[in-house]
Structures are given as C-alpha cells and as structure tokens.
C-alpha cells in the first residue's frame, strides 16, 4: 500500500514539474513540444543578475500544428513561449512590454529562412502582425505582417548583435487604425510609428526561436541541413500599465536641442532581403525623413565614406589688383575639397529602391521629432513568404 501511494505521488510530482516547465511566469509553451525547446538552466555567460535563464533551442524538424495555426505545413519552425491569457480587442490602451536575448558568438542564421525572435501574433487571424526578424546580413530588423505595407526598422547589426545581452522594450496600442508603436534597444529608442498595428487586433507576444520558409531555405540549398540554434533570454514581461521602465532625459538649453535636431545618428547598413523595404527610425529626432544616399553604397552594404559632408573652409584674400579670374577659380577649388566622412551621410531627397535581384537590400532611416503622428507609408513591395 505504501508503495502504491509513493508511486502515485511521485507521477503528480512529474505532472505537476512537466506544467510548471510548461508555464511560467504568464508564458506557457507556445506550439513547442519537444523537451530540449525550452528549459531554465544557470547562467552561461555570467553578464546578468540572474543566475537563472531561459535557453531555448530549435533542432530541423521542430514543428507543431495545432489549428489555426498550421506550422509544419506552412513550413515553420518554432520554440517559443507565448502569453498565457485572452488578448484583448483594438483599443487606445498602451501594452508594455520587455525580456533580454543573448545570442551566443557561435549562432548560426538560416536565411532566406527567416529566423523570428519575438512576434506579436494576432490571435483573430493567426497571423504574425508584428516581427522582431533577422536579415540576410544577420541584422535584427522590426517589422509589420499584418498588411500589403512595408514597414521595417532596423535594430541592431549583426556585430553588436552577438556575444551581448540585449534589452528590448516595447510599448503597444493595438488599433486600427489608431495605434502606436515605440520600441527602445539597449535604452535607446529605435522606432516611432502611429498608424494601423493590426488587422483584427486580439495580439499576444510570443518570444523564442522561430524559423518561417523551411522550405525556402531546403530549395536553395538542397544538400545543407539546417542548423541547430540555441538563443538564452530573460523572462518577457508584459504590463497593462506604464512601468516606469523608460526614464525621460533631463532637459536640455533650447539652443543645445535645436542643434542636436540638425544631426544624424551613424549607422550600418545593413539589409534584410530583396522582397521587402526597409524603413527605419533612428532614436535621434529629426525634423524631416532622411534616407541614405543609394548612390554611395557599396557591395558589402556600407556607405562609402568619400561622400561630401562638410566643406573645408578656403581662406582667400583678396588684393586690390587680383585678377577676376584668380578668385573665380580658388572659389571653384574650395568646392571640390572635402575631408573624407566617418558615418552614414543621409539625403532627405533621395528615394530608397530596393533592388529585386539581389538577397540585401539598403536600410533607409526614419527620424522624427516629438510632434509627429503620421503614419510611415513606405512603398509596398511584393512578399513570397505566404504570410497572408
């Protein structure tokens, strides 16, 4: 009899482990059955208080379909959490939400399978409306599925991507058409958007590994597996109410803001694939949409830093008997002289335009002042990947 009662206290123990594994912390597995997908294991890297992470893998094959979501046969990947709990409809309340990811010196993408690390997934369609994805280059990119529109936000570059702990922020109005998204990097904001968020608008987060277009990634290359992948995090939270996780910066002397406005954050860039056009916004406010100068990339996806900045100054004194001719040529010469630029110089007038045949494509930045509610519209390009 003893034995008897033992044995069955130890399977409610084993039960009661399997769902406390299952769900933690208001995230429970999200279409994730494999027992390696997610486990709490001891800090590897030894760079953050906790000495308890997440640690998520995602082997060839992982993939669970549970209707209305479909994965295996839409050719999709997935070890992830996701919120535990009913998403609310469209409204004008603000959703805050916030994890850190590490990604190991040694992870290996899987594009044109889109590696996914973090979607905000509208429950109402079954679709991901928002994306935090990375690129061909291994930038991690944000950015819109809920519609034909093209909004994409370029975060971090692939070498300041790995060997780091990330911290990500995000700050939600699920509408249409009146939402809002802003999202902070590592305390520095990266996007301002106001505009439609979503289609149906019941979002919940799901955070993880995901990989969407298996298929894509076995037809290019037909003799290749794909990898394993391991990425650690921090538990998601997520807040119905403002947490006070963003602190707003003293204020600066007019004459201080008014010149920081006229400057232009530095930044690589860095691509995401030829079906889709970026858009991004830099953290630094700026009066006006400023896109990169396509005329000055280079193949490796940098601006070439021959671009003309700023003017070295020419003195010329003029005599009383000087030729004409003398003064109009020195003028002449101080046009062409000009120092070599160290960062990206962005030309409000230029045009962005991806170009179809290649797999990158130029990041364009997007900054704006305080005061601006309109929504980004960029041009809307074709998508293969089935995601409507």
């Known amino acids: 009899m003893k034995s008897r009662i033992l044995g069955i206290g130890l399977v409610f123990v084993a039960v009661f482990a399997q769902a406390a594994d299952d769900k933690q912390g208001g995230f429970a597995r999200f279409l994730t059955d494999k027992e390696w997908a997610v486990a709490e294991v001891g800090d590897p890297t030894g760079l953050v208080p906790d000495s308890i ?7 060839p094959g992982d993939c669970l379909s549970e209707p209305p979501f479909n994965d295996c046969e839409k050719s999709v990947e997935r070890a992830e959490l996701a919120q535990d709990m009913s998403p609310p409809s469209s409204s004008t309340q603000a959703f805050w939400y916030r994890w850190q990811v590490f990604f190991p010196e040694d992870f290996e993408g899987s594009y044109p399978a889109r590696n996914r690390h973090g979607q905000f997934i509208d429950e109402a369609t079954g679709e991901a409306a928002w994306v935090f994805e990375l690129g061909s280059t291994g930038t991690l990119w944000f950015g819109s599925r809920f519609d034909d529109e093209s909004r994409f936000y370029s975060l971090i570059s692939e070498r300041e991507l790995r060997g780091q702990w990330q911290d ?43 990989r969407v277009g298996v298929d894509e990634f076995k037809k ?14 921090l538990p998601a939270r997520s807040q119905a109410e403002d947490p006070g996780w963003i602190v707003a ?81 020195a003028e002449s010469q101080d046009t062409d002289i000009a120092p070599e630029s160290s960062g990206q110089i962005l030309d409000p007038e230029t045009t962005d335009e991806s170009n179809p045949d290649a797999d990158t494509e130029t990041e364009s930045m997007s900054s704006e002042d305080g005061a601006f509610d309109g929504q980004v519209k960029p041009d809307p390009v074709a998508d293969d990947d089935d995601r409507r």
């Not at 992470?53 to 082997?59: H, I, M, T």
């Not at 249409?176 to 919940?204: A, K, L, S």
């Not at 896109?291 to 005599?319: C, F, N, W």
């Open 53 to 59: 992470v997440q640690r998520f893998e995602l082997r």
């Open 168 to 210: 990500i922020i995000v700050e939600g109005v699920w509408s249409n058409p009146h939402g809002r998204i802003n999202v902070w990097v590592n305390d520095e904001q990266r996007v301002r958007y106001r505009g439609p968020t979503c289609e149906r608008c019941r979002i919940f987060l799901s955070y993880g590994i995901s």
């Open 220 to 233: 290019r290359y037909p003799e290749k597996e794909l990898p394993a992948q391991v990425v650690y995090y």
């Open 249 to 329: 910066p003293s204020p600066e002397p007019k004459d201080e803001v008014e010149g920081d406005l006229e400057r232009t954050p530095k930044n690589e860039v860095e691509t995401l694939d030829a079906e889709e056009t970026d858009v991004a916004e830099g953290s630094t406010p700026a009066p006006e949409t400023e896109i990169p100068d396509e005329d000055q990339e280079d193949t490796d996806g940098t601006v070439d830093s021959s671009v003309e900045d700023t003017k070295e100054g020419v003195t010329i004194v003029s005599e009383p008997e000087a030729d004409t001719n003398e003064t109009t040529k």
